[in-house]
């Protein structure tokens, strides 16, 4: 499944791809649909060199290793592998130097720049692809390729925040709210006005609260990640904070913030944005998610039923994860 241009995403018949020295070679068995793929067929982030295959959150099976590639990771043929956003960085800038390749300015992404998971194979560096545990299913372990992965970076820069606020609960958030529940943190639940649905499922996945985006929690939060791309949930978000306190915006995409009075913002309160991820949120996330027993709802989609999946995410006419099953 192919974005043509914005607005048009169609089937194709493509030649097998081949991996270059550096590359391996998966058949894709599982791809999570993510709302950063709605934002790249919608236009909202640009596509540099269209036609592209989205999809980011790849699990599937290596094929073949170039010549290199198991110089980079020990990877061989029928390893079980993951393939996220981050796909390529040039490894000598000052923000790869640094421990910062999420914001290398030669960053490639999966399924942007490098054709992704919507396709039956893929190539991907093999720097940029991780072993997976064993243990649960191709389609339950897609979302942590990247939901999970920006879950859990925008976790992180919350500190030690106990009162947890998570605006908008989709796919990162019902993964990272098992994660901040295995941490010992109280996670408070916001959605759009009305959806009970939504509300329960949270209360499922380990908040002890959960109200609409509009109303304010019965205590005051320590931190707030917006994962909804709503820019006007941050400045709901600045007035559920006590002194001290952080919102951290997860999306790639969002909205144009609305001016706020300074009042909201002062008493040391911090707005923050997440790019990306890095090797070691992967690594680090992935050994989490086992410890803790961190389980993705998920709802599989035919390859050649992308589209589909694509606009229900957008209606929200699910709870948890869409995912692409290529191996039924």
């Known amino acids: 499944m192919q974005i043509e241009r914005p607005g048009v995403l169609r089937s194709v018949e493509r030649e097998n791809p081949r991996p270059g020295p550096d590359e391996v070679l998966v058949r894709v068995k599982a791809c999570g649909v993510c709302r950063t793929d709605l934002h790249l067929l919608d236009g909202e982030v640009e596509i540099p060199e269209p036609p592209i295959i989205p999809g980011h959150q790849i699990v599937g099976t290596v094929v073949e290793c170039g010549a290199r590639a198991q110089v980079a990771e020990p990877l061989e043929p029928g390893m079980r592998v993951g393939i996220p956003w981050l796909g390529w960085t040039c490894g000598s800038c000052r923000y790869c130097l640094s421990g910062r390749e999420n914001l290398c300015e030669l960053a490639r992404f999966t399924g ?3 054709d992704g998971g919507y ?3 893929t190539v991907a ?6 072993a997976l545990p064993e243990g649960g299913s191709d ?5 942590l390729l990247c939901a999970g992965l920006i879950g859990y970076r925008a976790l992180g820069m919350t500190g030690d925040a106990e009162r947890l606020g998570l605006y908008g609960f989709g796919s990162s958030a019902h993964i990272i709210a098992q994660v901040a529940r295995f941490e010992g943190r109280r996670v408070f639940a916001f959605t ?7 509300q329960a499922f949270a209360l499922e996945r380990g908040a002890e609260w959960a109200g609409d985006s509009s109303t304010s929690p019965p205590e005051q939060l320590d931190a707030a990640i917006v994962f909804a791309s709503a820019g006007e949930l941050v400045p709901l978000a600045l007035r559920a904070l006590a002194k001290g306190g952080t919102v951290v915006c997860a999306g790639i995409h ?5 001016c706020f009075p300074y009042e909201i913002l002062w008493g040391e309160r911090t707005i923050r944005s997440v790019a990306n991820l890095t090797r070691r949120d992967a690594r680090e996330l992935l050994d989490l998610a086992s410890r803790a027993g961190v389980r993705t709802d998920v709802h599989p989609y035919a390859l050649e039923d992308a589209g589909g999946a694509l606009e229900d995410l957008r209606e929200g006419r699910f709870t948890g994860s869409a995912v692409l099953d290529l191996a039924g």
């Open 112 to 114: 942007r720049d490098i």
């Open 125 to 130: 560096d093999a720097r940029y692809c991780f």
């Open 192 to 198: 759009r006005p009305g959806d009970e649905a939504t």
């Open 139 to 143: 389609l339950q372990l897609a979302p």
């Open 254 to 258: 969002m909205s144009e913030i609305p």
């Open 119 to 121: 396709a039956e194979l």
